[in-house]
T-cell receptor
Framework: KNQVEQSPQSLIILEGKNCTLQ??????????LRWYKQDTGRGPVSLTI?????NTKSNGRYTATLDADTKQSSLHITASQLSDSASYIC???????????FGRGTSLIVHP | DGGITQSPKYLFRKEGQNVTLSCEQN?????MYWYRQDPGQGLRLIYY???????QKGDIAEGYSVSREKKESFPLTVTSAQKNPTAFYLC????????????????FGPGTRLTVL
């Protein structure tokens, strides 16, 4: 069964600090992995998308890494801002299918 | 201005009523999806459609129905058979060639929050 596990479930950090969120998956065959940011009460917005041949991708202060061998990904947020407070969702798409598998998300709270 | 729109943003339903959630996209995407999101859970797939006049059940289709008469529109009806409909509903779409393109990704609408009174 395809699964995506995210950790931690929730995280509280101070403004200006860095943090790293983790994603482990068992989706096979692998097509791509995406990280989304979801603000409370809104739809998810894509941050990064990586295929198996990519091991890092950046989007401003967000940097995602992918290790296709160990089936792990991380999202690193640098110099956090209050606006980074949101849920971060890891999504993995299998090859040959329209249907991705979603993680439950990590809830990040950035305090001033 | 391209994107996905959902309406209404908030919806209240009395028990026993059917309600329909709207989803429209002008991205020229072939595939469209409906998800349900509950607190502390990942998104769960209700229905999806790859082309006009065709759709498939997802993991939690019971109590829901959809139609895909136009490429741009994929409305979801929450019927009285759905025993616990209070949730946040998200519509998404993805571009053509979803089975092939490695960079295929889903674009989400702003969501509709449904509450049963």
């Amino acid at each position: 069964k395809n699964q995506v596990e995210q950790s931690p479930q929730s995280l509280i950090i101070l403004e200006g600090k860095n943090c790293t969120l983790q994603c482990n998956y068992t989706v096979s065959p692998f097509s791509n992995l995406r990280w989304y940011k979801q603000d409370t009460g809104r739809g998810p917005v894509s941050l990064t998308i990586m295929t198996f041949s990519e091991n890092t991708k950046s989007n401003g202060r967000y940097t995602a890494t992918l290790d296709a061998d160990t089936k792990q990904s991380s999202l690193h947020i640098t110099a956090s801002q209050l606006s980074d407070s949101a849920s971060y969702i890891c999504v993995v798409s299998p090859g040959g299918s329209y249907i991705p598998t979603f993680g439950r998300g990590t809830s990040l709270i950035v305090h001033p | 201005d391209g994107g996905i729109t959902q309406s209404p943003k908030y919806l209240f339903r009395k028990e026993g009523q059917n309600v329909t959630l709207s989803c429209e996209q002008n991205l020229n995407h072939d595939a469209m999806y409906w998800y349900r999101q509950d607190p502390g859970q990942g998104l769960r797939l209700i229905y999806y459609s790859q082309i006009v006049n065709d759709f498939q059940k997802g993991d939690i289709a019971e109590g829901y129905s959809v139609s895909r008469e136009k490429k741009e529109s994929f409305p979801l009806t929450v019927t009285s058979a759905q025993k616990n409909p209070t949730a946040f509903y998200l519509c998404a779409s993805s571009p053509p060639g979803g089975l092939v393109l490695a960079y295929n990704e889903q674009f989400f609408g702003p969501g509709t929050r449904l509450t049963v009174l």
